[in-house]
């Protein structure tokens, strides 16, 4: 295979600038059977690797060469040559000189590497292991190398004796040790050569023996063998005592079983020492167990193996159970070709297979995999093998764990803490538990206690460490191998902060200056001076005044101001016990808003109404009145008024309005004057026509309070009277100005106007104005005419003015007609005296007059009739 570099990549390492050296390199692993680099991966079986470097430039190639050396071949008949107690001897076909610059040699056992051993030298051919463990099975192999290690020789299995002191069981064939009460298969030692030894090193054979348990009157004849004795025996008397028991023939269902070796006595010596051996047909069980039982019970759910090991015959089913329900069923099993039943081989010339089931129990089922069954008390399983096809020996073997059958009665709280909680129970039978667990959880705290109580009859606890003001699940459970059925009860922990709360303890009229005590009532477990402490919107303060309610508890104190009005404050109580913070909060409200539109409104002499709109959630009201630098404070809970009494007349009071819910909002502020209104100014006069006017003025200023206006006109005309015309306002006009409209005056009239602002205390200063109607022709004439003689020649015509209410203007004259039967003729004259001429002496005239005023000439009176001279 080939890997390649592209140039324009740069995966070169520049080593001269000068002349374009660069350095590439390629990373190769080499497992023994196949190179990899990367992704790349070539299989070589051919020996010594040869890789090829191509530089390609242009249009030119350049190719490199280089070979690493590595055998071709493994070394062949790996043998184990020797072994003992801690070492193995092997030896093997060493490879030609120009092959091999030496071997490496790998030991393994199960579960690890043991050993890597060089050895240098192509001819050297064997090597002693050492540093081995006793009774271990290891794998070997066998390498050569020269730059690189070549292919491994087949794999080889060897076993380390025994190394016993006292009386021990040892095979023949191949020299392995057994412990007291191991299995051997009849067709595994039916020769001298596979015998089953009894040694006891350091001491001479005297009267030794082989004695079958069933019987042990029936000792082992070792001279002679028969159907029921068919055995036979060899025996070395020193350095170690030794009897070889083996059979002679086949052995009979009735002679298979237990037997005992007593060694260097016979067994009815006392003194002897013995030891036992199972020697059976076909298949049976060499042990069923229970394997990593929990050693920690505080781990749940539990786990543990069952493990039957099977010995013998090659064809067999086998299965476990617990009661009715198969755990593992298998039949049709067969050892020598095919692993068809998922057992590990333990040692393959006795086809000694371990079979395993794991198990789960959560305190009510037994389960594996799949399947499952409940139970209570102790769990018994059973182990079952039976040869195939035939069953000619069923083997069943029973194994036991206990479980206690029922959980810990009246569990019960003792007594709690904010961080503990003391539990106790009713302790069960010293026969039906050892110890009991508790568990604690919570689902809101992440910890997870769980607590080995050991000894049967202990029963209670304190379980520390826990979060206060939690709700805690308790579970005990009673064990002995395994954990027993539950009871469970709730229970809450203390809180570390039981309340916080908060009192007014001024009153709400000191506004800025009232004071509330926040209370934050926390355990005695913690020291309040160092593990409590406040904020105040965010604002760290600690904690200094506190004192203890009860033997549990701590009051802690903190004193609070509104500042600023109108901003909530938000005061939370912080504990602190361990790592942990706990803390509880209170919010003191202040409005969102504060009061609209304050306005006073004068009642009588000593009251004033106070009223105002809120557009935001209150429960009352400040209203804070002041006047000659002395201030005065009340509460309302009403919706939006108050009434203020007992006041200074002649006085003006500032007025401002708080809103509060637990906290005084900023205030709103008027100022008014409790007493007359000032005068109104710029008094004006507008609209003028020969029958009406409108008034204007500019109201008095806000502080004022003006109920009302008094407008008052005085005609020019004595005879005519003053009229008075009041008109109500709406106190607080939005307005600067006001217009009062006059109506039905006389024409031409002079009129004097006066305004004057009132309310109930009074009147203003009058402001005056005065203003003269539009003129129109008069509406009336004179009277009282009269021609009274001057001489005989001339005549003076005299006459009243017009009524003044009928002058509709200045009268500026008049006109007079004079007339008879025979002439008519007008003058005019600006007098009420006029001197007639020309009249004739005895002559009747009939003579009217009418007024004149800028409209111009108004009705003739009615005529009078005059003789000249005659009467006059």
């Not at 059977?33 to 030119?60: R, W």
């Not at 002679?255 to 047909?281: H, M, V």
């Not at 607080?732 to 309310?759: F, K, P």
């Not at 004259?813 to 003729?825: L, Q």
Request: charged share 10%; aromatic share 8%.
């Amino acid at each position: 295979g080939q890997s390649g570099y592209s140039c324009n990549i740069g995966n070169g390492v520049l080593l001269h600038q000068s002349n374009g050296s660069y350095d590439y390199t390629l990373t190769v692993t080499w497992n023994g059977e196949s190179i990899t680099s990367g992704a790349l991966s070539q299989s070589n079986n051919n020996g010594d690797h040869v890789f090829k470097f191509y530089l390609y430039f242009g249009g030119a190639m350049r190719n490199h060469y280089i070979t690493i050396n590595a055998p071709a071949t493994a070394p062949s008949s790996l043998t184990q040559v020797n072994k003992t107690a801690t070492t193995i001897t092997v030896s093997w076909t060493a490879l030609d000189s120009s092959d091999a610059d030496g071997y490496v040699v790998n030991v393994t056992n199960d579960t690890d590497t043991v050993q890597t051993v060089q050895v240098k030298g192509s001819s050297n051919d064997a090597i002693t292991l050492n540093g081995l463990n006793v009774e271990t099975t290891y794998s070997i192999t066998v390498r050569a190398y020269q730059q690189l290690l070549g292919p491994a020789s087949s794999t080889i299995s060897a076993f380390t004796h025994c190394q016993q002191k006292g009386i021990h069981l040892a095979y023949k064939h191949n020299g392995n040790c057994y412990t007291n009460g191991s299995y051997f298969w009849d067709s595994r030692v039916k020769s001298a050569n596979e015998a089953i030894s009894c040694v006891l090193p350091g001491t001479s054979l005297t009267t030794g023996q082989w004695v079958r348990v069933a019987d042990p009157d029936d000792s082992v004849d070792c001279d002679n063998n028969s159907a029921s004795d068919p055995f036979c025996c060899t025996n070395v008397t020193s350095p170690n005592a030794t009897l070889n028991l083996y059979l002679a023939q086949g052995l009979p269902g009735a002679q298979e079983g237990w037997y005992k070796c007593c060694l260097p006595t016979d067994c009815s010596d006392p003194n002897t020492n013995i030891i036992f051996a199972n020697i059976f047909r076909f298949a049976e069980i060499e042990s069923f167990t229970i394997a990593d039982l929990p050693s920690d019970m505080t781990v749940y759910p539990q786990e543990y193996k069952l493990n039957c090991i099977k010995i013998g015959f090659y064809q067999y089913g086998i299965s476990m159970s617990i009661g009715s329900t198969a755990l593992a069923n298998y039949t049709n099993c067969e050892d020598r070709y095919i692993d068809n039943c998922n057992g590990t081989v333990l040692v393959s010339s006795t086809y000694t297979v371990r079979y395993t089931v794991n198990i789960t129990w959560d305190g009510m089922t037994v389960s594996s995999g799949s399947i499952s069954q409940s139970t209570t008390g102790d769990q018994m399983y059973q182990c079952r093998v039976a040869d195939r096809p035939d069953s000619n020996a069923i083997r069943i073997r029973n194994v036991t764990i206990k479980v206690p059958a029922t959980a810990p009665s009246s569990l019960t709280e003792v007594s709690k803490t904010a961080t503990t909680i003391t539990v106790n129970w009713t302790a069960l039978d010293s026969s039906d538990a050892d110890g009991y667990v508790v568990n604690v959880t919570s689902d809101t705290d992440t910890m997870r206690t769980t607590v080995k109580v050991e000894g049967r009859s202990n029963n209670t606890i304190t379980v520390n460490g826990l979060r206060g003001g939690t709700t805690y699940s308790i579970t005990v459970r009673a064990y002995q191998q395994l954990l027993g059925p539950a009871s469970t009860i709730s229970v809450q922990t203390l809180p570390v902060i039981n309340s916080i709360n908060w009192t007014i303890v001024s009153s709400i009229t000191q506004l800025n200056n009232t004071q509330y005590r926040i209370d934050c009532l926390t355990t005695t477990d913690i020291n309040p001076s160092t593990h409590v402490y406040w904020l105040v919107n965010g604002m760290m303060k600690s904690n200094s005044n506190y004192s203890s309610i009860d033997v549990l508890t701590y009051n802690n104190t903190l004193l609070v101001y509104p500042d600023p009005l109108g901003v909530s404050v938000n005061v939370t109580c912080i504990a602190m016990i361990g790592k942990v913070n706990y803390n509880q909060s209170v919010i003191l409200h202040a409005p969102s808003g504060f009061p609209n539109n304050v306005r006073g409104f004068i009642l009588n002499a000593t009251s004033i109404k106070v009223n105002w709109t809120n557009s935001s959630e209150t429960n009352g009201y400040v209203i804070e009145y002041t006047t000659g630098g002395v201030t005065r404070n009340v509460v309302s809970t009403s919706e939006n008024e108050i009434i203020l009494t007992d006041l200074s007349p002649m006085s003006t009071y500032t007025i401002s309005v708080y809103s509060y819910i637990n906290l005084p909002s900023v205030n709103s502020t008027t100022v008014l004057r409790f007493d007359v209104p000032s005068p109104v100014t710029s008094l004006s006069v507008s609209n003028v026509s020969t029958t009406g006017i409108r008034v204007n003025w500019t109201i008095p200023s806000s502080d004022n309070y003006v109920a009302y206006y008094t407008i008052s006109y005085t005609p020019s005309c004595p005879e005519l009277s003053s009229v008075n015309e009041t008109v109500s306002v709406g106190p607080h006009q939005s307005t600067t100005t006001y217009s009062y409209t006059i109506i039905d005056l006389y024409s031409g009239m002079n009129y004097t106007i006066t305004v004057r602002a009132g309310n109930v205390l009074g009147g203003s200063e009058l402001s005056m104005n005065t203003v003269q109607t539009e003129a129109r022709i008069p509406s009336g004439w004179p009277s009282s005419i009269q021609v009274l003689p001057v001489n005989s020649t001339v005549n003076r015509l005299t006459l009243n003015e017009v009524n003044c209410s009928e002058r509709n203007g200045l009268i500026t004259g008049y006109t007079v007609i004079i007339s008879n039967s025979s002439i008519t003729y007008n003058l005019t004259s600006t007098e009420r005296y006029i001197i007639l001429n020309d009249l004739a002496f005895g002559t009747e005239y009939n003579i009217s007059v009418a007024a004149v005023n800028s409209a111009g000439r108004g009705p003739f009176s009615d005529p009078i009739e005059v003789e000249i001279g005659i009467g006059m």
